[in-house]
């Protein structure tokens, strides 16, 4: 019993035990999944309060990239007082230019994304079953809505993601793409464009809602009609745009559908390829950089010439060189016979007999001095030639190292040159939205195309042409292409083709734009130049004269006036333009089959190859890509040609109208020609004109930089610049298209010798150290009908006076060989022109030297500056034998 009831009690005690740890294990597991409860618990409001720190963090970056974004006013862009991370406030200057810095990154990347839409949108519309380009045009569009929105610029973002879905519903299947999309996702990108065009002008941005409208209403199914086109032209031409318009109804829609909670969301598409590397430059120093690299140029052709005369020296060092040692060699001969001779006819010496074994007479006093002396020349001829040789070797070194310069300078010189040029391709989405616009608003179907939009231009030269072919393109649509009823009934294609073509023709590029309209109505042409009073009735006019009567400002053939045509204005602004570019417009016009307008434009680099000329006794440079050749004749079979006035030279198959380039660049009769002489020929043209220039002499060619010339010279149209030589000398560039343009207008030179006046002009004699002084006054003189004749000092007056006797002298003081007093001096006291009248002019006023021109009996003193008024009234007085003496010396 004792057992059992011990046997109870432990089995108590273990059931006790098990209860008690059963107990514990509940608690400690109770506690375990409170704690991990808490932490869940704790975890989830950490998430929690993490998303809502993102929420806030994203809210405050967009409401910072919104800020980003410069308010637009109507006149100008006002940047806003915001706080970038960094910046010491609100408005620091540095938080305005990071700004204005990246709405400038992106308007780049802009441009760039919407040309390579462009691109892709043409390929799809000639393969409309081709999905291939759709895919690029969105990867590009989502690369654009997030740089839009990094930028600030919320409209372009919004529009590009309303257009990213209606793309990514017609590759998904759930639009079906067809031609009838193409103009609904044309004028999506036309308003892109609009509103980088306001943002980068600082204009108030357009409202986006009809286009998104648009693109919604296609997407849900339906048709886009003409209303809708009129609706959104209607809305862009409002002027009152907000700056900042709230998203439309549509895109809100779109937001919430992404946002449903159990919707996979369609995967993003891959953005586009990242842009090349890329930095900005300014044009401006881009232009100075090609500059200096013409500048370092021209000095390697300084040091080349410099070179060539050291390598020309040493030439005549080592001819002069041989020389002597020709002549030393015979004068050693020479020497010793006469040794040989001397010492036959010496008596002889009984001393000599023992000397005479024991000696070589050449260890002797015998050996005379002159001997000694020529070999002495022989050692220092040897000595001269190793120095030549030296020098040679280093001319040599010189010539490569100068060779490897001038590879290096090319390449600099070409990458700098390329990174001013621009592809035309830039400029055809612009140009087709001229065309879609223009079309749409007069009703008509035209289709674009556009070849050679690969060839590289300079970026000014291409933005100063796009407003020209905007011009002709409208002008093309409204007065060319014919209504689609009209052209069916002619048997034409509903749609009219327009075709823009761009090429390089020698030193020009030609832009045409060639329509299959109705041509020129030249019957309408002359019956509004009638109207106008252009041409009086009866007179008889050529095709050519009325293409260009259209070309007169205000005129217009348009029945009406509307946004497009009928008030004589396009035209007008093209020649406008084409002038101010020195180019030319040609018009080809057939009736019933269309026209075409060509623009030419000198194509000038601001580094060139050019031909050295001389025409009469000018020089001149001469682009080598202007000319089609260079000839070389007899005088004697160019002066029979020239006899002739229609003369012609044939090269390559086509005639050449010869033109005596003096004659044509001076405005005088064509000089004489020497029939000994072979005189170059220059053969150029400019369209369909072919002119042969007759030169007088080539110089060469080489490397010349281009330079601006002033207004006077820029109003030539025979000259497009200046270049330095190496030696320092300016030249002028002719423009051989302008010289042959030039042909066609001028009159008709009076072969007849002009008759001499029976009174010679009177003759001043210019003598002064500085050639500008020289120059100026020369200069000034000529235009007043004196002949002048210059001297560089008093020695090279001097020199002068013995062939040519002047009228009167006008004289410098400080000068160098020979100043003003001595020459003043001179002539006084010779007997050739003792009263010759004299001026002196010099920036030397003061009494002492006013009292010395006295004394030497100058007649007049001038200081400098002088007024050229002042200078003409002394003159005139001189020659009138009013002479103020030595006493009173005019100030």
């Known amino acids: 019993e004792a057992e059992q009831v011990e046997a109870e009690q432990v089995e108590a005690e273990q059931v006790e035990a098990e209860q008690v740890e059963a107990e514990q294990v509940e608690a400690e597991q109770v506690e375990a999944e409170q704690v991990e409860a808490e932490q869940v618990e704790a975890e989830q409001v950490e998430a929690e309060q993490a998303e809502a720190e993102q929420a806030e963090a994203e809210q405050a970056e967009a409401e910072q990239a919104e800020s980003l974004r410069p308010a637009v006013s109507g006149d100008a862009t006002v940047l806003p007082s915001v706080e970038l991370p960094g910046a010491a406030s609100t408005g620091d200057a540095g938080s305005a230019t990071q700004v204005t810095e990246l709405v400038e990154v992106f308007l780049d990347e802009c441009q760039e994304l919407l040309e390579s839409c462009d691109d892709a949108m043409a390929r799809w519309e000639k393969s409309p079953d081709d999905l291939e380009p759709v895919g690029e045009i969105k990867r590009d569009l989502h690369t654009l809505k997030g740089s839009a929105r990094m930028a600030g610029v919320s409209e372009i973002g919004n529009l590009s993601h309303a257009m990213e879905t209606l793309l990514g519903d017609i590759t998904g299947g759930g639009v079906q793409g067809g031609s009838d999309l193409f103009p609904v996702i044309h004028s999506a990108f036309d308003k892109i464009n609009e509103l980088a065009d306001e943002v980068r002008s600082g204009r108030a941005l357009s409202p986006i809602e009809p286009v998104v409208a648009l693109l919604e209403k296609v997407r849900a199914g339906g048709k886009p009609e003409e209303e809708d086109f009129r609706r959104l032209d209607a809305d862009a031409g409002k002027p009152e745009a907000k700056p900042r318009a709230e998203a439309p109804p549509a895109l809100k829609e779109i937001k919430g559908e992404l946002d449903l909670p159990g919707v996979e969301a369609e995967p993003q598409p891959e953005a586009a390829p990242r842009l090349q590397e890329a930095i900005k430059i300014s044009a401006e120093l881009l232009d100075r950089l090609v500059d200096n690299v013409g500048e370092v140029n021209v000095f390697h052709s300084r040091v080349e010439q410099q070179v060539g005369s050291f390598d020309f020296n040493l030439k005549e060092l080592d001819q002069t060189i041989r020389r002597v040692t020709e002549q030393l060699r015979r004068l050693e001969l020479e020497a010793e016979a006469q040794i040989l001779h001397r010492n036959k006819g010496m008596p002889p010496n009984p001393d000599d007999s023992v000397v005479g074994r024991q000696f070589d007479p050449l260890e002797l006093d015998r050996y005379s001095k002159l001997q000694q002396l020529s070999r002495s020349l022989a050692e220092s001829t040897s000595d001269l030639k190793n120095i030549h040789q030296l020098l040679a070797d280093e001319v040599t070194g010189l010539d490569k190292i100068l060779q490897q310069q001038a590879r290096v300078s090319n390449e600099l010189q070409e990458g700098l040159m390329r990174t001013r040029m621009s592809r035309f391709k830039v400029m055809a989405p612009r140009l087709r939205r001229v065309v879609r616009r223009t079309a749409m608003d007069l009703g008509k179907e035209v289709d674009l195309t556009i070849e050679g939009d690969n060839a590289e231009l300079d970026r000014k030269m291409l933005e100063s042409i796009v407003v020209p072919l905007e011009h002709l393109l409208r002008n093309a649509i409204a007065h060319g292409i014919e209504s689609p009823e009209r052209r069916e009934a002619l048997g034409k294609p509903r749609e009219g083709k327009i075709?823009?073509?761009?090429?390089?023709?020698?030193?020009?590029?030609?832009?045409?734009?060639?329509?299959?309209?109705?041509?020129?109505?030249?019957?309408?042409?002359?019956?509004?130049?009638?109207?106008?009073?252009?041409?009086?009735?009866?007179?008889?006019?050529?095709?050519?004269?009325?293409?260009k009567l259209i070309l007169r400002p205000g005129f217009s053939t348009a029945d009406e006036v509307s946004q497009v045509a009928g008030r004589g204005v396009g035209m007008d602004v093209v020649m406008t333009q084409l002038k101010q570019l020195n180019g030319v417009l040609e018009i080809d016009s057939e009736p019933g089959k269309g026209s075409e307008f060509r623009i030419s434009i000198p194509f000038t680099l601001a580094i060139n190859m050019a031909l050295l000329i001389i025409a009469n006794k000018g020089r001149y440079a001469v682009p080598m890509g202007a000319i089609d050749g260079v000839l070389q004749i007899p005088g004697k079979s160019l002066a029979e040609k020239m006899a002739s006035p229609s003369a012609t030279i044939s090269y390559a198959g086509a005639e050449y109208r010869l033109h005596s380039l003096p004659s044509v660049l001076e405005k005088i009769a064509p000089p004489a020609l020497n029939e000994s002489h072979v005189y170059p020929v220059l053969l150029g043209r400019s369209g369909t004109r072919r002119v042969a220039f007759i030169a007088d002499e080539i110089l060469g060619n080489r490397e010349i930089v281009v330079k601006p010339v002033g207004s006077l010279l820029g109003a030539l149209e025979s000259i497009s610049g200046a270049t330095i030589l190496g030696d320092g000398q300016i030249v002028l560039i002719l423009d051989i298209a302008g010289l042959v343009r030039q042909t066609l207008t001028d009159k008709a030179y009076?072969?007849?010798?002009?008759?001499?006046?029976?009174?010679?002009?009177?003759?001043?004699?210019?003598?002064?150290?500085?050639?500008?002084?020289?120059?100026?006054?020369?200069?000034?003189?000529?235009?007043?009908?004196?002949?002048?004749?210059?001297?560089?000092?008093?020695?090279?007056?001097?020199?002068?006076?013995?062939?040519?006797?002047?009228?009167?002298?006008?004289?410098?003081?400080e000068m160098p060989r020979m100043d003003g007093f001595e020459l003043a001096e001179h002539i006084r006291g010779s007997e050739d022109n003792p009263d010759l009248p004299i001026i002196m002019i010099s920036s030397r006023t003061g009494k002492k030297h006013r009292d010395k021109a006295a004394q030497l009996g100058v007649d007049r003193f001038l200081g400098k500056p002088y007024q050229d008024q002042e200078l003409l009234e002394n003159i005139n007085a001189l020659l009138k034998g009013e002479k103020n003496g030595s006493e009173q010396p005019v100030h």
């Open 750 to 813: 009076v072969e007849e010798p002009v008759q001499e006046e029976e009174e010679k002009p009177t003759l001043v004699m210019v003598v002064d150290d500085s050639i500008t002084i020289r120059k100026v006054t020369s200069r000034m003189l000529e235009r007043n009908n004196f002949a002048v004749v210059t001297a560089k000092d008093g020695l090279d007056a001097i020199a002068q006076l013995q062939e040519v006797r002047p009228d009167i002298m006008l004289l410098d003081i």
């Open 499 to 547: 075709l823009v073509s761009i090429r390089r023709e020698g030193p020009q590029i030609v832009v045409s734009v060639k329509d299959d309209g109705a041509g020129v109505d030249r019957e309408k042409v002359i019956a509004r130049a009638l109207e106008n009073g252009l041409i009086s009735e009866g007179e008889t006019l050529s095709p050519g004269e009325i293409n």
